[in-house]
């Protein structure tokens, strides 16, 4: 063992609060963190040698695979780095780990209970195939997060290999329904569980995510041992050095949903007063024989420190702008059962992207699982509305978002883009996908969809 601070590089191109977490937990368990991310990491080759800049010895992967439209630059990036320094989760383990179905798949071969499921590139083989899950079941996209692109769906009805340009999947539903809906996170760092707890999905909803407003419960101690050493025998399988295993109970044992590679922390804490953060630092640490202490990694535990960390480098000014978006625009709009194009109205008044109910129905977005209240200017206090998840694809891009649905009929346009959409968007009032320039009336119509 060195008794030399170790110089820990996180790999992260977001700042997410697990990030600055882990940097913040190494810098408190007395060595060295770097974040490595756009404005300062470099790879150099240089007469046959090879550096990595800022130097470091040892990288812990938080790359978010999940949220990027190329997902390869980012996979590509990582096996670079993990070609020359040791490197926690790596890039093949993360890969097969944010595909759910190549997930189950793994799992399976490794006889690992997980649901009954069907992937299938064709319409016609897909549809062949979804009685066998009964009349409803889960209808997933193989990459997503935050339980965006999952749906429970009537299977009495056809749906599609695809959702926009990603991949979707059948699964039978597991449900003990004789209980609330609950699932249980277990998180695991190296060979042991930092903790777990059950998240019960909102009301009206099925999804546990914590991101969806799901309640969290402490289930560290007194969780059932059958779903502790699952959850540790799939992280071993799926080759990640921490992640979050999603377990479900059926009335014949616990199947595992997904193993994530880079699992939030706020629920977690919030359930069990601890963060895995330094637990992940005395990982990657000990991994190029660093010393951590004990007491040490208990203390840093007891908090969740996503301050912005000392080794963050100063941003540069953005040179890159945001692209335009008219105010009337012309997208394709997707759900379970197809897709197709529809004007919609930009609104940066309204939090969230809402959809008329035929079109809605159209498309298969939904079926309606939850509720959201709306601020509406002529309802005090907002009222609710039902919402669903649907992909909106605006030019090469594609939006995975949770829509409020509204009868629109009156209105001009079937879909209103929110702050969900348009925060990645600079708003050209000017442009208009419509070639009638004549006065609607919109005054009235914008007073009546602010949300």
Known sequence: MSSDPVRVGVLSLHNSKETKAICNAVEDLGHEPVWLREENAAVSVEDGDVSVEPAVDVIANRLLLSNTDQPAELLGLAATFERIRPMLNEPNAVLASIHKFATAATLADWNIRVPDALLALSNDRLNEGRERFGDVGVYKTAIGTHGGGTWKVDLTERVNPKVGNRQAFLQKLIDRDDEKHRDLRVYVVGDEIV?????????????????????????????????????????????????????????????????????????????????????????????????????????????????????????????????????????????????????????????????????????????????????????????????????????????????????????????????????????????????????????????????
């Open 195 to 451: 903790g777990s707890m059950y998240r019960y999905a909102p009301e009206g909803d099925w999804r546990t995510n914590v991101a969806l407003g799901g309640a969290v419960e402490d289930a560290t101690d007194d969780m059932p041992e059958e779903a502790a050493d699952t959850a540790l025998y799939a992280a071993e399988v799926m080759g990640l050095d921490y992640a979050g295993v999603d377990l479900v109970e059926g009335y014949d044992g616990w199947y595992v949903l997904e193993v994530n590679p880079t699992a939030g922390f706020k629920g977690l804490f919030e359930a069990t007063g601890t963060s895995p953060a330094p637990y992940i630092a005395k990982h990657a640490i000990e991994t190029v024989g660093g010393e951590v202490d004990e007491a040490a990694v208990e203390r840093v535990a007891a908090t969740l420190d996503d301050s912005r960390p000392s080794c963050a480098p100063a941003p540069k000014p953005s040179t890159t702008e945001q692209p335009d978006i008219g105010y009337i625009e012309e997208v394709v709009v997707t759900g379970t059962s197809g897709s197709t194009q529809a004007l919609a109205k930009s609104d940066t008044g309204a939090t969230r992207t809402s959809i008329d109910t035929q079109l809605a129905a159209e498309i298969g977005a939904g079926p309606i699982k939850s509720m959201t209240r709306v601020k509406s200017g002529s309802v005090k206090g907002g009222k609710a509305r039902p919402v669903v998840d649907l992909v909106i694809g605006i030019g090469g891009n594609q939006h995975t978002v949770t829509a409020s649905v509204e009868d629109r009929g009156h209105m001009e346009y079937p879909l209103l883009l929110g702050r969900d959409i348009l925060t990645d968007y600079r708003v050209d009032v000017r442009r208009r996908a419509d070639t009638d320039e004549a006065e609607r009336g919109e005054a009235g119509e914008i007073l009546e969809e602010e949300e």
